[in-house]
């Protein structure tokens, strides 16, 4: 495959069936395409168009059709090792030379499993057969001869030009020729292809757009496009548009992609540049790249042993036949005279080994991949039906989506975790703020007393206010008085908060305002200024109108200097409806306080105690401040700023020199704080995760104050740690010596040349390695940002930083790129061979969500990226204990328990052949019956094989919740290793278990007296041989007491080993699983509370989290709709 | 633009016991003294099995005489195959102490000679010796037809070596509808010893029923003690494959013949469960006071 599929998983699970278009037209498309350079085409002009052949607007995602459905999918399920190994086995079995079972033992299996995945196969591919018909036949309008005319969306064709109206699905790829907004914006939304819900703007080019609804205009026109060929990225486009002898440059802002939805505009035209399986969403559809588990791996080996360990056997066995033919069978011919093709011993042994190759088939697992991927689908299926696992406020349920990894779960040793939207709900409450040295947000008792708030404390009470949000919540009562007494600083403060900012305003229902913000913050500044009677109704690109205590007044927005993570600030000017010219400007404290007017040194002073104590409860804060500016003065700057503007070389640099400029001399007017709130259960959580052994990291985008704030509030910094290393280094020396006096400080000896890890590291293996567990002397944290971490991650330093950080107890990354995030976590897993999992909610984290064993999906607020590209999915951080330690357990026990039960009684069923050569003259004769060994696998012992490995449970979840130290021999890969299979038993009895159980018992005597009936053997005597057998030999009471002292000689040694094995090696699990009996049979104590406790008092630097605003959209002049029921509405 | 929860049903998954992992269930969990007083009482079990197998077993008579020696002279005639038709006879007189009470079964027993070769067992047709099909002998090779193109009847390896020397398929002296001229109802392919001879041993080692002792006269009681002695028309050669043949009286209990396997299998396993019992009862009680330390009942 030409290309790699980075984008794949990037298309929602809901089209899931377009993974499968695969192969086949992906192989039609690349062929085309080597023949295509650069696609040419024409506006309405289907003749020239067809010259280029390329394809219509029908996908086509099934893979099969009636006639060549069984031969295809034959030869894929061939593909697969197991098939093919049965094939083989067939055909060796049809030699008759070498022949030693009956051919139907392999075939009815074989058929049993092929007809079962076909019949799956055919069903899925008939849902995708509906659903490709569904979507081809969808109708659109296209222009024909001058008018709309409504068609299938198979028909579309490259040079059509397709309306598109609100709400509706995008056609085809196509370039946005006009629409019914102004300056010919369309709003998109882009969720089917890359699962973000907010909305995107795309505008037409100015020459086209003037065409607005026209059709003759649109008729007639016949631009050109040159573009480049079908390709699968998603934000690239590039082509030129020749209308009229001009060209005109095209890129991915006036495209319109197959998939998305057009919202908040009425209707567009579009000329239709790609189709069907050339348009990009189709281009990203492929098979995802597989993940695989430790235990698959180990699987392998095991097998591959296992095949030594086959031929082996088979190696002695014909050996062994070719000293007794020659000792014994040579003189044996008077009654068993030699097969003529037996020239001498040796060729008969020959003949021999493959004859035991058929029979000890059984010793190969092979059937084993696929009650595998049972199994695992049956534990994934859990982790979806999980009640507990359900959000109710967004109503999902938890996803496991990829179903391959559930054992894994049970193994996970490191944790990486994003902050921002998984630690933190990413829901911005305006909290306290502080105006002109008043600090307000603090509730007291009548006695003066500081009292928390709780879902009973009164809310302040903002019905005087029509615009008021009603979801919003305040306490501080005395804020709502200062406003109502008309406190003017407070006015002001407010003022502010409605003026300067980039949020858009919705209003469908007069008085129903929504915002539509680009960071969470900013929506929350804007909201707690709308309810205290300072409503930002609407904007234009030069007005902003403002409902300010129930006055309408219109302010003149003269310019907004927008944030970037230079200016940590962001300021607008504005004329006021009084004709002053005032500046308001909010931003991070550090940059803020240095732009003050001296004169607020004092208020300066008070205002950074608050901030102090806002930081200490984990608050984000920002500073508000204002100037009032000369008239003169700002025009001057005005005409600097639009020329500035204008140039086009280094002109970010330049507009932000001019700004500040005019941002100087500020009065300060306060602080607000806003509390990012912790997800539920994010303490508890981690504290079990804590005691699970789980290493907890944190990769942040954040600031390092933040984050280390953060991590003190959801106890992954504890206050009780001996130290926290602070890694800050600018260059590779600082950087190494500060990673090396932290481990000296761990763990002095591990400098030392004779430390064992230092001597293997000397010897420098070249085969991968594995750095072992280092033990520090006791907790330490460790924080290091991004900056240092470029350098931290190069060649010598990295393990370096591997093995300081992994002595401390928990991580802190901050400032990371999202590909550093990806870095660590390959750090991580290369030297530690260990199972990590990263967890994270936002783009941002994709790459180390892809890059860790098992990457978890938040599908919280910043959009469905990061759920996207992950293994699992859930709403909840708290998700995760449930996760691990009750499914992750069960599934890694079960598998493990799974494994051993199913080679012990594979091995079981085939050295009974062994042993019974040694009597046979290794003749190739098998002990049991034929039709025993068909249906051993497949009838007898897969459903208690099956019936355990889904239902068994060795503690209850309460109990693995409650004691996370159960957790720990799944890191460690305990169970099952190549030195151990675990002593079978099944713990937990349901009654699925017994029915399995001892139906497949009953099951077994019904088809061994159906098969050794009078009328089978009589029907068929070459077939059915053993006439009478089963009624003659149930009959004798040596058989029934040869069971029951088999039973006995196998229970009793497992028994007791299982009894004497905690008493000699105690483990810790065994210690807890005590324990845990002890409390099963004594009444119940109370659980163990944890306390939540409050950050500690550190003082921390104030966050801003803030993005890039619609800034530069509001000014350039293209506004958001100008609607006439606004401007009436503005009148009033 | 955000759809809202409230517009779909509810995603929540069904509260049943499956799929909350919530089934009913019994959890094995065996207590110390529940473990060993189960090795107790299974080695009581075992142990007594044991002796009652035994004691059944040594109730039971048989005796063996083996006649490969006595008539070498006779295996050395059959070892070269144009001696076919000549007869040789030897007889093996043997002494019985006490009498055998109850039924006497007198079986053949084989050493080493091998009926279960895969060749071997795949050599007959069931549907020949059913009737269905005389002519059916495909899978027969290399017994399946003779010279002149007939189909053998009964063909096949195995009843090609039906174990009473006669031989007519190539070895059999006689047509299989001579196997016993005196009884029609024992004759051809229902003949007794060719059924038994027809259904193969699972090892080299084996014995197969040949008669019955007839109970009449002074044999009432069973197989009075004293002096006698088998004539043996000697037609199977064993010899080459170093093979033997020996000729077992032997009277029958409900648990089978002589053989004291089981019984002493039983009795071993009784014997190890209660040595087992017991060192573990002594495990346990050296290391109990262990596994309950006080810190660790300070953390529950």
């Given at each position: 495959m030409k290309y790699i599929k980075p984008f794949i998983s990037e298309i929602p699970w809901k089209y899931?069936?377009?993974?499968?278009?695969?192969s086949l037209f992906e192989s039609q498309s690349e062929n085309r395409q080597s023949g295509e350079p650069e696609r040419c085409l024409q506006a309405n002009n289907r003749e020239f168009n067809t010259l280029f052949g390329y394809p219509n607007n029908t996908i086509k995602t099934s893979k099969y059709n009636v006639l060549n459905f069984l031969p295809l999918n034959l030869f894929e399920q061939f593909q697969r090792l197991a098939n093919a190994y049965f094939l083989i086995l067939l055909f060796l079995q049809l030699i008759p030379q070498i022949s030693?079972?009956?051919?139907?033992t392999t075939v009815i299996p074989l058929m049993v499993v092929l007809s079962i995945t076909a019949v799956k196969d055919a069903i899925d591919d008939l849902k995708r057969h509906q659903n490709d018909n569904q979507v081809n036949n969808r109708s659109v309008l296209v222009l024909t001869n001058g008018r709309m005319k409504e068609d299938k969306w198979m028909n579309i064709q490259v040079g059509d030009i397709v309306k598109v109206e609100n709400n509706q699905s995008v056609t085809a790829d196509m370039l946005l020729l006009s629409s019914s907004e102004p300056y010919s914006l369309t709003y998109i939304e882009t969720a089917e292809l890359d699962g973000e819900t907010n909305l995107k703007v795309k505008q037409a080019i100015s020459v086209t757009s003037d065409m607005e609804n026209n059709l003759k205009l649109l008729s007639a026109f016949d631009g050109e496009v040159r573009c480049e060929s079908p390709n699968n990225k998603l934000d690239k486009f590039a082509g030129i548009l020749t209308y009229k002898g001009k060209n005109y440059i095209l890129d991915h802002d006036k495209l319109l992609l197959r998939g998305c939805v057009i919202r908040n505009t009425d209707w567009c035209y579009g000329l239709v540049i790609y189709t069907g399986p050339d348009t990009k969403l189709m281009q990203n559809c492929g098979k995802s790249t597989f993940k695989r588990t430790h235990i698959d791996h180990l699987m392998n080996v095991l097998v591959l042993w296992i095949f030594l360990f086959l031929g082996s056997m088979c190696f002695i066995l014909a050996v062994g036949h070719g000293i007794w033919e020659n000792k014994k069978g040579y003189y044996f011919q008077n009654f068993l005279p030699w097969k003529e093709y037996v020239s001498s011993s040796v060729v008969s042994a020959i003949l021999m080994f493959w004859s035991y190759f058929i029979i000890l088939n059984t010793v190969v697992p092979i059937s084993l991949y696929v009650s595998v991927e049972i199994i695992r689908l049956g534990n994934s299926y859990y982790i979806n039906w999980d009640r507990k696992m359900f959000y109710a406020p967004k109503n999902t349920p938890a996803q496991a989506r990829t179903t391959t990894l559930n054992e894994e779960l049970g193994q996970v040793k490191y944790v990486f975790s994003d902050k921002t939207g998984t630690l933190t709900q990413n829901i911005m409450i305006f909290k306290k703020c502080s105006i002109n040295g008043t600090l307000y947000g603090d509730v007291y008792d009548k006695n003066g007393q500081r009292v928390e708030v709780s879902e009973k404390t009164e809310k302040v009470d903002f019905s005087y206010n029509k615009l008021a949000d009603p979801k919003f919540s305040f306490y501080d009562k005395t804020l709502v008085e200062a406003v109502k007494r008309g406190d003017g600083r407070v006015h002001l403060f407010f003022l502010s908060l409605s003026l300067c900012h980039t949020v858009m305003s919705e209003e469908k229902v007069e008085g129903e305002l929504v915002y539509q913000a680009q960071s969470p913050d900013e929506g929350a500044l804007v909201t707690a200024a709308r309810n205290f009677g300072f409503a930002f109704r609407s904007r234009t690109s030069e007005t902003i109108t403002v409902v300010e205590m129930g006055e309408t007044k219109v302010y003149q927005l003269l310019a907004i200097l927008d944030f970037d993570n230079v200016r940590k600030r962001m300021s607008v000017i504005v004329r006021t409806p009084e004709d002053r010219v005032m500046l308001f400007c909010k931003g991070a404290d550090t940059i803020v306080c240095q732009l003050l007017h001296p004169s607020c040194r004092s208020l300066g002073d008070v205002t950074m105690e608050h901030l102090d104590d806002f930081a200490i409860e984990g608050l984000r804060t920002l500073m508000v401040a204002y100037r009032e500016l000369d008239n003169a003065f700002f025009q001057a700057w005005s005409k600097k700023h639009s020329e500035v503007c204008l140039s086009l070389e280094d002109r970010e640099n330049k507009i932000s020199n001019v700004s500040e400029e005019i941002e100087k001399d500020l009065m300060l007017l306060g602080a607000t704080a806003i509390e990012d709130k912790l997800q539920d259960g994010v303490l508890e959580t981690i504290i079990t995760l804590n005691k699970a052994k789980i290493k907890m990291w944190t990769l942040t985008g954040d600031k390092q104050e933040t984050a280390v704030n953060i991590a003190y509030a959801c106890n992954?910094?504890?206050?009780?740690?001996?130290e926290i290393f602070i890694v800050e280094g600018k260059d590779d020396e600082t950087i190494w010596q500060e990673l090396r006096s932290a481990r000296a400080k761990m763990k002095p000896e591990s400098l030392l040349e004779s430390d064992p890890v230092n001597s293997y590291l000397t010897m420098k293996p070249k085969m991968p390695f594995k750095i072992p567990e280092e033990v520090p002397n006791g907790n330490y944290g460790l924080v290091i940002n991004g900056y240092s971490l470029a350098y931290a991650l190069e060649g010598n330093l990295e393990l370096e930083l591997l093995r300081t950080a992994c002595m401390c107890k928990a991580v802190i990354c901050c400032r990371m790129t999202p590909l550093q995030k990806a870095q660590v976590v390959e750090l991580v897993k290369r030297y530690k061979k260990v199972v990590t999992l990263a967890i994270g909610d936002g783009a941002n984290d994709v790459s180390m969500i892809k890059a860790a064993h098992i990457g978890i999906g938040i599908s919280g607020q910043e959009g469905m990226q990061a759920m996207l590209n992950s293994d699992y999915a859930f709403c909840q951080f708290h998700y995760l204990r449930r996760l691990l330690l009750v499914h992750g357990r069960w599934s890694y026990n079960r598998m493990c328990k799974f494994l051993s039960y199913f080679f012990y009684k594979n091995f079981v069923f085939t050295l009974v052949h062994f042993w019974y050569a040694f009597f046979s003259g290794f003749s190739a004769q098998t002990v049991y019956d034929t039709w025993f060994i068909t249906f051993y696998n497949l009838v007898y012992t897969s459903l208690p094989v099956l019936g355990l490995s889904l239902f068994d449970q060795d503690v209850n979840e309460t109990w693995s919740l409650r004691f996370p130290e159960l957790y720990e021999p799944g890191q460690h890969n305990l169970y099952f290793n190549k030195k151990e299979f675990i002593a079978l038993e099944t713990t937990y009895w349901t009654m699925i278990s017994h029915f399995f159980i001892w139906g497949s018992l009953g099951f077994y005597f019904c088809v061994l007296f159906f098969l050794y009936s009078d009328g089978l053997c009589l029907m068929f005597p070459n077939v059915f041989q053993f006439l009478g057998v089963a009624r003659n030999i149930l009959k004798l009471p040596q058989l029934w007491l040869s069971l029951v002292l088999s039973v006995v000689l196998c229970m009793l040694p497992v028994i007791g080993y299982q009894f004497l094995k905690p008493l000699f090696w105690p483990v810790s699990v065994d210690k807890v699983i005590d324990r845990i009996h002890h409390c099963m049979r004594h009444p119940l104590p109370p659980p163990i509370r944890t306390k939540v406790k409050h950050a500690s008092s550190r003082r921390s630097a104030y966050a801003f989290s803030h993005k890039q605003g619609f800034g530069a959209l509001i000014t350039s002049g293209k506004t958001m709709k100008g609607k006439p029921k606004k401007s009436s509405l503005l009148k009033k | 633009m955000k759809r809202t929860p409230q517009d779909c049903p509810s995603r929540l998954p069904e509260n049943t016991a499956v799929k909350q992992q919530q089934l009913p269930a019994c959890r094995l969990q065996l207590s110390a003294t529940g473990i060993l007083s189960g090795f107790f009482a299974t080695g009581v079990f075992c142990l007594g099995m044991g002796v009652i197998l035994i004691l059944s077993a040594k109730s039971s008579m048989e005796i063996e005489i083996n006649y490969t020696k006595i008539c070498a002279s006779c295996a050395k005639l059959r070892e070269n195959a144009r001696n076919f038709d000549k007869e040789c006879t030897c007889s093996i007189p043997f002494h019985l102490t006490q009498t055998m009470r109850g039924n006497v079964y007198m079986y053949y027993k084989l050493y080493g000679?091998?009926?279960?070769?895969h060749g071997y067992l795949l050599s007959r047709s069931n549907s020949q010796l059913l009737g269905t099909?005389?002519?059916?002998?495909?899978?027969?090779?290399?017994?399946?037809?003779?010279h002149d193109g007939t189909p053998i009847a009964p063909c096949g390896a195995i009843a090609n070596s039906l174990f009473n020397g006669t031989t007519k398929p190539p070895s059999w002296p006689k047509p299989v509808y001579e196997l016993d001229e005196n009884d029609p109802g024992n004759n051809g392919f229902l003949n007794d010893d060719f059924i038994v001879w027809m259904r193969t041993a699972a090892f080299p080692t084996f014995k197969k029923l040949y008669r019955r002792l007839s109970r009449t006269q002074h044999f009432i009681e069973g197989l009075p003690a004293g002096n006698y002695s088998f004539n043996v028309s000697y037609n199977f050669p064993v010899t080459r494959f170093q093979g033997e043949k020996s000729v077992v009286l032997s009277t029958l209990t409900w648990s089978g013949g002589h053989s004291l396997f089981l019984g002493l299998a039983y009795t071993v396993t009784g014997a190890m469960t209660w040595l087992a019992a017991f060192s573990m009862m002594a495990v346990h009680l050296k290391l109990k006071g262990k596994r309950f330390s006080p810190d660790d009942k300070v953390k529950l």
């Open positions: 899931s069936w377009y993974y499968s278009a695969m030693s079972l009956a051919w139907y992954i910094f504890e206050d009780e740690m001996d | 000679f091998y009926q279960n070769l099909d005389v002519k059916d002998v495909e899978t027969c090779a290399p017994f399946s037809k003779s």
